[in-house]
Structures are given as structure tokens and as C-alpha cells.
T-cell receptor
Framework: AQSVTQLGSHVSVSEGALVLLRCNYS??????LFWYVQYPNQGLQLLLKYTSAATLVKGINGFEAEFKKSETSFHLTKPSAHMSDAAEYFC??????????????FGKGTLLTVNP | DTGVSQDPRHKITKRGQNVTFRCDPISEHNRLYWYRQTLGQGPEFLTYFQNEAQLEKSRLLSDRFSAERPKGSFSTLEIQRTEQGDSAMYLC?????????????FGPGTRLTVL
């Protein structure tokens, strides 16, 4: 069964500092991996995805993530935090190998706070 | 493309009442998913449709929950005899038939409060 662990339920950074949000996954088959962002009282917006192509994936708003199979990790980074990055971030995994249901399994989320 | 839409955005109901939520997926997306998100948690899978067929239901979907997608377009999620534990955000997502089928696009959600 697939699972996701997000280390750190709350990360606080200063504006302009590096953002690093950690995600480790467990999957019995090569996974698809995703990062979504959620602003208060809103749905989830797709930031980026790994689908077995390049291991370094670039997303929207300057975010990127690197797939490391040996470490079963998919950490999210951004070189310089902006106040507008303050939100909750979810890492998710999907297997869907050989089937049509690509249901997502999410981590518990990491709340990012950006201090001025 | 317009995105996934959900209606209503907010619903307050009393315990024991029935509620129904609607999801309109992105045009031509044949896959549709429902998830439930409680406070401080990530979304959890509830059920999956491919076209009009409901192909998988989570054990989270008790007998009081029913979902339909009658014409393979919009979907409804009904909760009968609501309980306070049903209070959550209900999220709908859709994905295309072939290319990019694994990538889900989410709606804004319906927040349910059961008093």
C-alpha cells in the first residue's frame, strides 16, 4: 500500500530564505508523485508532479522538487520565500499501475509560515 | 478550460438531515474522484468514477453515503442522516481520459458543518 510522510507539520522561514518541505513516500510500484498547495478555505492547486521523466521537476511559482528513488523522497524547495507562499502544502503519491484508478494518498500536510 | 466547480461552497445542517453536494468536472475529463478532508489532515479518498461507472469506494464511505455520476458528466455526493463526525471539507477532482490521466485537478471544495 502506498503512503506518504511529511516531516514537520509546521515550517517557518523568513522572507527571502530557502524553503525546504520534506516528503518521503512508500510505494510498491514506481510512483507518480505530486505537491499541492492549499490556501485557507480553498481547494488544492497543483504545484508540480513527477511522472517518471526527469527526476528534477520544476513547478509553478518558482518551486521545484527532486525525486530520489534511493531515499524514497520527493522534497519541495524554493530558493527564496515570498510572503504569498504562506499556505499548507501537501505531498501525494499515486500508483495506478495497470489500472485506471489513480487515487491519491496524501501526507498530513506542512503549514508554511513566511515572516517579514 | 474552466476548472472543476463544486456547489455549494458551504453547507450548515443539523444532525440527522440529508445533504447533497454537486461536482462539475473539467470538460472532457472522464475520471472523477471524491475526497474528504478533516481539520489538520490531508484529503482522504472516498470514491472514483470512470465515466458513469463507480469503480471503487473507500471503506470510509459508509452506508449513509452515496455518490452518482448518471451521465458521466457531473457527480453528486449525498450524505443521509448526517452526524457531527461528517463535518469536513468534501473535495472533488477530475482527470483526463488518456494523456495526463494520473494528474488530478481539484475543485474549491464544499465545507460541511453538522450542528
Amino acid at each position: 500500500a502506498q503512503s506518504v510522510t511529511q516531516l514537520g507539520s509546521h515550517v517557518s522561514v523568513s522572507e527571502g530564505a530557502l524553503v525546504l518541505l520534506r516528503c518521503n513516500y512508500s510505494s510498491s510500484v514506481p510512483p507518480y508523485l505530486f505537491w499541492y498547495v492549499q490556501y485557507p478555505n480553498q481547494g488544492l492547486q497543483l504545484l508540480l508532479k513527477y511522472t517518471s521523466a526527469a527526476t528534477l521537476v520544476k513547478g509553478i511559482n518558482g518551486f521545484e522538487a527532486e525525486f530520489k528513488k534511493s531515499e524514497t523522497s520527493f522534497h519541495l524547495t524554493k530558493p527564496s520565500a515570498h510572503m504569498s507562499d504562506a499556505a499548507e502544502y501537501f505531498c501525494a503519491v499515486s500508483e495506478g499501475s495497470g489500472g485506471s484508478n489513480y487515487k491519491l494518498t496524501f501526507g498530513k500536510g506542512t503549514l508554511l509560515t513566511v515572516n517579514p | 478550460d474552466t476548472g472543476v466547480s463544486q456547489d455549494p461552497r458551504h453547507k450548515i445542517t443539523k444532525r440527522g438531515q440529508n445533504v447533497t453536494f454537486r461536482c462539475d468536472p473539467i470538460s472532457e475529463h472522464n475520471r472523477l474522484y471524491w475526497y474528504r478532508q478533516t481539520l489538520g489532515q490531508g484529503p482522504e479518498f472516498l470514491t472514483y468514477f470512470q465515466n458513469e461507472a463507480q469503480l471503487e469506494k473507500s471503506r470510509l464511505l459508509s452506508d449513509r453515503f452515496s455518490a452518482e455520476r448518471p451521465k458521466g458528466s457531473f457527480s453528486t455526493l449525498e450524505i443521509q442522516r448526517t452526524e457531527q463526525g461528517d463535518s469536513a471539507m468534501y473535495l472533488c477532482a477530475s482527470s483526463p481520459p488518456v494523456k495526463g490521466a494520473h494528474t488530478q485537478y481539484f475543485g474549491p471544495g464544499t465545507r460541511l458543518t453538522v450542528l
